[in-house]
């Protein structure tokens, strides 16, 4: 069956360091995989898109690599800040079609 | 530029009555979809369009309704609801080019079916 796993635990760090979260995915073949933010009570919020033939992307504190082989994106902030707690999921197109599939998300919480 | 709008915010309803949840975007995107949130499960797509009067089941379709009558609007219907449709529902509109297929998210609906 098709599967996108994130880590259900939370991830909990201290402010500085680097955290790093994992979107694993089973019998997809994404033209490209995408991150979000979600806060409580509301949407989620576009960060990065990734492609398949790109293995690395950056924006600001963010860090995104997507390795179709192990078919695995991590997603990575750096110097992280308690504003960055949040829970963040992974999605990927499903055969093309614009149908995007969501993960669970993880939670991330910075602790000052 | 308000994005994409989701009415009402919170609903409360009795089994077995219907309702219908509004979106409304105002970015000329052609692609719309309905997912619903529940604790653990993240988003799950419900039914999506990639166009007006185009319209596609997604995972969970059962007990929803859609159509597509306008590029702006995509209405949401529960035809008879039932305490397992008691959920946060996001509208989500969506383009392709540029980044490619960025998804813009309402703010949700809650729905609780008693």
């Known amino acids: 069956s098709q599967k996108i796993e994130q880590n259900s635990e939370a991830l909990n760090i201290q402010e500085g360091k680097t955290a790093t979260l994992t979107c694993n995915y089973t019998?997809?073949?994404?033209?490209?995989l995408q991150w979000y933010r979600q806060d409580p009570g509301r949407g989620p919020v576009f960060l990065l898109l990734?492609?398949?033939?790109?293995k690395e992307k950056r924006k600001e504190r963010l860090k995104v690599t997507f390795d179709t082989t192990l078919k695995q994106s991590l997603f990575h902030i750096t110097a992280s800040q308690p504003a960055d707690s949040a829970t963040y999921l992974c999605?990927?197109?499903?055969?093309?079609?614009?149908?995007?599939?969501f993960g669970s998300g993880t939670r991330l919480l910075v602790r000052p | 530029n308000a994005g994409v709008t989701q009415t009402p915010k919170f609903q409360v309803l009795k089994t077995g009555q219907s309702m219908t949840l509004q979106c409304a975007q105002d970015?000329?995107?052609?692609?719309m979809s309905w997912y619903r949130q529940d604790p653990g499960m993240g988003l799950r797509l419900i039914h999506y369009?990639?166009?007006?009067?185009?319209?596609d089941q997604g995972e969970v379709p059962n007990g929803y309704n859609v159509s597509r009558s306008t590029t702006e609007d995509f209405p949401l219907r529960l035809l008879s609801a039932a305490p397992s449709q008691t959920s946060v529902y996001f509208c989500?509109?969506?383009?392709?080019?540029?980044?490619?297929?960025?998804?813009?998210f309402g703010q949700g609906t809650r729905l609780t079916v008693v």
């Open positions: 369009s990639v166009g007006a009067g185009i319209t």
């Open positions: 990734i492609r398949e033939n790109e």
């Open positions: 999605a990927l197109d499903a055969d093309s079609s614009y149908k995007l599939i």
């Open positions: 989500a509109s969506s383009y392709q080019g540029g980044d490619g297929a960025e998804a813009f």
């Open positions: 970015m000329n995107h052609e692609y």
């Open positions: 019998n997809y073949s994404p033209a490209y």
